[in-house]
């Protein structure tokens, strides 16, 4: 018998499918010779410090840093993880042979890795490996098994992360939580958190000790052509209304009128990231949201594997572009005309040498359902229309420059104009994005008539009054970008994809960091602005340390990992490097000076504002029916008798009940497990199987409950 572990229940029950694995099972799916089995994610995670001696329990500067001799495995604490890993043990035990189903990639790898080194496996394994859901690309996926061997540098990079974000996270929030948080606050460092932080309060800083000043420009208007004098700002009105006074008295002349012919190039494919820049840019969605969007389009089959970090796609794919393109239907007239000719096979889309696990998020050959959320079809939307573009003519474009002067006084001004839209057809019907500087585009809009150089004539000249702006704040696509980038300002394209490997986090991690920062209250968000608060800035001020809060140095430890992964680098060595740094910052800071963060006043008062808030909020919070279901995200809830569950309870599984081990919850407690994710600490729990009483309760990856 053949064992398959995939990731979750919907993506084994898509598996058993095609294999013919048809007989359900408890925990499994039987049938052809094959078992279909899965975890909920993640079934295992690294030990806690507890685990590895009672002596840890209790936060103590001085038994810092917890360097375990050897990092251990144990399953999640919850039952319904203990009783899926017992089928699996069990499987693992009588099967001839374990086919890794896991998601195609490092944290899928690690999941999966875990899982069967905790079940003791010692049969062969082989690895599923494919890159959408759809019935085609499984059959292929298993037509073409690779040996779990080739995929053993991915899981030790997964393995050697995992490990890092341990001993820093760990320690470093230990000694920073002891030596400054007064006994109030808990003060979280992350490998990759604390950089990203420390970018957002650099900017702060930058916009709170920015002054603004007041500057005068000379401008004038020539055959109803607006012209910029090409000098420095001036700094007061007098030296302006001079030089205005100077312009009046002589004639305009055309020093130089140039037309260039140009091309703009084609969008990228999307990425992760790109995606989530796209998304946060036009409709405002959070990383995080997009991510569980493009997820769920993923698992309903309609788009590729979206956990990418490449804009690329495959040489082998370019077979199947035209029949893609043939099925999504709704996209009929945009397609048209691709379909007249042979699809072209540019570089800049079929590259082999820059895909690695994954190619490009793209459509898949299953059109989207009638069925999808009104989120879920604008990413798609984003999706086919990027995958469309890519394969359409480039803009053309033509660029005036002309340059005149008045007297001594040059001037200069600029127009463009599009010739061939190319791939901007795509994009035609769709809202113009607005931009920021909208005295600029007004000027670069302008129609700009034949001139004749050495021509002369009388002009209207005028002062435009300006102030200086600070820097913008983050958003969170620009926050995104900062974090592929680890800082810099890139805007090329082929640059950034450069830099990519020395990016903070990865692309399937870096909304989860942003999400960390928000529940830390160290940043806040203002319309589209990430915000740092005063405690985030008082916890970067007190890190002295920059290999905690570089995001250049971060970026190197992020590139190490990827060359772990191609087996350019050793994860032991990884790991004694962090252990060092761990070392050498907790001998640093437990005998340095002490002092004290606190949240801020107006934080607690924003607190208590919530706390009286709360009764009035009770009524609407008991109105289960009007609450989506968090797992399904489609369907409503209800109430029954002894438990809340989605109203789609036969396919969609979700529900809590009243009681969870031995404590009966309040509707409050229930509606916050639903609309947070968790609850506030609470005591009372009698039946718990390690006999925890009191802890906060969370909804797991499988949206099975936890207490911890």
Known sequence: MKLCIAEKPSVARDIAKVLGATTPKQGYMEGNGYCVTWTFGHLCTLKEPHDYGPQYKSWNLFSLPIIPSSFGIKLI??????NQFKVIEKLVEDCDEVINCGDAGQEGELIQRWVLQKAKCNKPIQRLWISSLTEDAIKEGFASLKPAEDYKNLYLAGNARAIGDWLLGINATRLFTKKFGGNKAVLSIGRVQTPTLAMLVQ???????????????LKTKYRDVLFN??????????????????????????????????KEKNPRLFDLTGLQVEANKKYGYSAENTLNYVQSLYEKKHVTYPRVDTTYLSDSLYPKIEGILKKMYPYQELIAPLLEAP???????????KVTDHHAIIPTEIPPSQNLSREEKLIYDLIAKRFIAVFYPECKISNTLVEGKVGTIPFKTSGRQVLEPGWRAVYSKEPKEETTDKEKEKEEEQTIPEFVVGETGPHDPMIHQGKTTPPKPYTEATLLRAMETAGKQVEDEELREMLKNNGIGRPSTRANIIETLFKRKYIEKKRKNL????????????????????PELTGEWESKLRKIEKGEYEANLFKEELIQMVTELTEKVVYGKGKVIMLQEEEKEAVKEKKKREPAQKKELQSWEETKCPKCKEHNLIKGKTAVGCSDFKNCGFKITFEIFGKKLSDKQLMDLVLKGKTSKLKGFSTHPESIAEGVLALGDDFQVLLS
């Open 77 to 82: 604490p919850n039952k319904g993880v203990e």
């Open 203 to 217: 900017r702060q800083k930058e916009i709170d000790a920015f002054t603004t000043e007041e500057y005068w420009e």
């Open 229 to 262: 004098a090409a000098i420095d700002r001036l700094k007061t009105l007098e030296r302006a209304e001079k030089g205005l006074e100077y312009l009046k008295v002589n004639p305009f002349e055309i020093v130089s009128f140039e037309i260039k012919e140009g």
């Open 343 to 353: 699809i072209p096979k540019s570089k800049a889309v079929f590259d082999d040498t």
């Open 531 to 550: 915000i740092a608060t005063q405690t985030g800035i008082q916890l970067i001020d007190t890190i002295e340390d920059e290999l905690l809060k570089s």
